[in-house]
């Protein structure tokens, strides 16, 4: 089966500007989530969508992080504007449901933010 | 609340050599325990999960790991280092309706 999908791969943007990723999971997961790993830290959720509505957004800056699930299928995160502190890779993974079905993980998006 | 600490953020082995990397988990409620292996530039791949059957569980590249409540541990091992095994190692922990969480890493380095 096709894996999850993310781009781009790399970005660098300056403090202040806007940027966005782009996920797609594997055909027929429910389930899509947003991790955001520092450099050195383990992954930490920022946003868990079930089909396209949100389940648990408690940890996403939402004064300057959005993001959205149309249709349930695609998912793009945005961060506007930008802080030097955001500067990580940006994880998108996808589950056939909110169980203990196991995660599968993109290959991430390297942000530089300047 | 739960969380995972992952002992030694960096571990060296010889080439051949027993691996060992230390987790242990802090849950309020019976906790389903995961290994993920993240190579350079890549995303997290599953290894292995324990779901309350057998307390020794079977991953994949001859992982495995062992979960002891009485200890709250879920050590991963493997007999015999390769050197293709170089990865980062998170170990993760979920509790009841929590959300997934990660520990901070081991980097693991195989010596020739």
């Known amino acids: 089966e096709a894996g999850v999908a993310q781009s781009p791969r790399y970005k660098i943007i300056e403090k202040r500007q806007s940027v966005a990723f782009w996920c797609n999971p594997i055909?027929?997961?429910?389930?899509l989530y947003w991790y955001q790993q520092i450099l050195g830290q383990g992954p930490k959720l920022l946003i868990q969508?079930?089909?396209?509505?949100?389940?648990?957004d408690s940890q996403l800056p939402k004064d300057r992080f959005s993001a959205e699930r149309l249709k349930g299928v695609d998912s793009t995160l945005k961060i506007q504007p930008a802080k030097l502190e955001d500067s990580a890779v940006y994880l998108c993974?996808?589950?056939?449901?909110?169980?203990?079905?196991?995660?599968?993980f993109g290959n991430g998006t390297r942000l530089t933010v300047t | 609340a739960q969380s995972v600490t992952q002992l030694g953020s960096h571990v060296s082995v010889s080439e051949g050599a027993l691996v060992l990397l230390r987790c242990n988990y802090s849950?309020?409620?019976?906790?389903?325990l995961f290994w993920y292996v993240q190579y350079p530039n890549q995303g997290l791949q599953l290894l292995l999960k324990?779901?309350?059957?057998?307390?020794l569980v079977k991953g994949i590249n001859g992982f495995e790991a062992e979960f002891k409540k009485s200890e709250t541990s879920f050590h991963l091992t493997k007999p015999s280092a390769h050197m293709s095994d170089a990865a980062e190692y998170f170990c993760?922990?979920?509790?009841?309706?929590?959300?997934?969480?990660f520990g901070t890493g081991t980097r693991l380095t195989i010596i020739p």
């Open positions: 993974a996808s589950s056939l449901d909110r169980g203990n079905s196991p995660l599968h």
């Open positions: 055909s027929g997961h429910a389930t």
């Open positions: 969508f079930q089909n396209n509505g949100v389940v648990d």
């Open positions: 849950s309020s409620v019976p906790p389903y």
């Open positions: 324990y779901t309350s059957a057998a307390t």
């Open positions: 993760a922990v979920r509790g009841g309706n929590e959300k997934l969480t």
